[in-house]
C-alpha cells in the first residue's frame, strides 16, 4: 500500500470517528434538551379546567346586593354562632316561640325534632342587625328525611328563642345559601291547615260517616 493510500485511510478513519462523536454530542444535547423541557413542563401549574358556559359565574345583581346586606355568611361568624348555639342548647337556654309551636302543629314536627336540628345542623347565615341566625338541618318522617329550617334569636344574657321553624314549601329543591338567607330573613311562610272532613269528600260515593271502632 502506498502512502497515499494510507494517508486516505487514516484520514477516511478520522473524519468517521470525529462524525460518530459528533452524533454522539448531538445525542447528549438533544437529551439535555428534552429533560429540560419535561422538568420545565412538570413544574407549570396545570391550568384549571374551563366551565361550561351555563356554569360559569354570574355577577351578582344589584337588587340581590343590596338584599344581602347585613347578611354576614362568613365561616368565621357561622363557626362561633354554632359553638353559643350547641352551649345554650346543652344548657337548656332556649324557648319555642307561638310561631314556632303552630308551624308545627300544622306540619308534623316535634320539639325534639327542633332540638335535633339546632344540635346537628348548621348555621347558615348570621343576621347581626336583627341578633338572629338562620339554621338548617334535617328530620325524619316515616322513614324519610325532610328539611327543616330554623330561626333563632339570641339574646344578650345567651338566651334563645327559637322565632320560627318550618318545612319548605319545595323541600328537595336545592338553592344557595344566599338566597335561602334572603328568603328566610323575614318569615314569610304562611301557616297552612286543613281539617278533614267527617265522611268522604261531595261527588265521591261513600258509606257515610265514619264508624265509632269496637
Request: aromatic share 4%.
Amino acid at each position: 500500500m502506498t502512502k497515499a493510500a494510507a494517508s486516505s485511510t487514516t484520514n477516511r478513519t478520522a473524519g468517521t470517528r470525529r462524525q460518530t462523536e459528533r452524533m454522539g454530542t448531538d445525542l447528549l444535547a438533544l437529551r439535555a434538551q428534552l429533560a429540560r423541557a419535561e422538568k420545565e413542563a412538570r413544574r407549570a401549574p396545570t391550568p384549571p379546567p374551563t366551565r361550561p358556559a351555563h356554569l360559569q359565574l354570574k355577577p351578582v345583581k344589584p337588587q340581590r346586593e343590596a338584599e344581602l346586606v347585613g347578611i354576614d355568611t362568613s365561616d368565621h361568624s357561622l363557626a362561633r354562632a354554632h359553638a353559643r348555639l350547641r352551649d345554650a342548647v346543652y344548657d337548656g337556654r332556649y324557648s319555642l316561640c307561638p310561631h314556632a309551636t303552630r308551624h308545627a302543629r300544622a306540619e308534623g314536627f316535634l320539639e325534639h325534632d327542633i332540638i335535633q336540628v339546632l344540635v346537628a345542623g348548621r348555621v347558615r347565615a348570621v343576621y347581626p342587625e336583627d341578633h338572629r341566625w338562620l339554621v338548617c338541618g334535617y328530620f325524619e318522617a316515616c322513614g324519610v328525611a325532610l328539611p327543616l329550617h330554623v330561626v333563632i334569636e339570641h339574646q344578650r344574657d345567651g338566651h334563645l328563642d327559637v322565632v320560627t321553624a318550618f318545612v319548605p314549601k319545595h323541600p328537595h329543591h336545592i338553592i344557595s345559601r344566599a338566597r335561602l338567607a334572603v328568603m328566610l330573613r323575614y318569615d314569610d311562610e304562611q301557616i297552612r291547615t286543613r281539617t278533614a272532613p267527617v265522611g268522604n269528600k261531595p261527588g265521591h260515593r261513600s258509606k257515610g260517616k265514619w264508624k265509632k271502632g269496637a
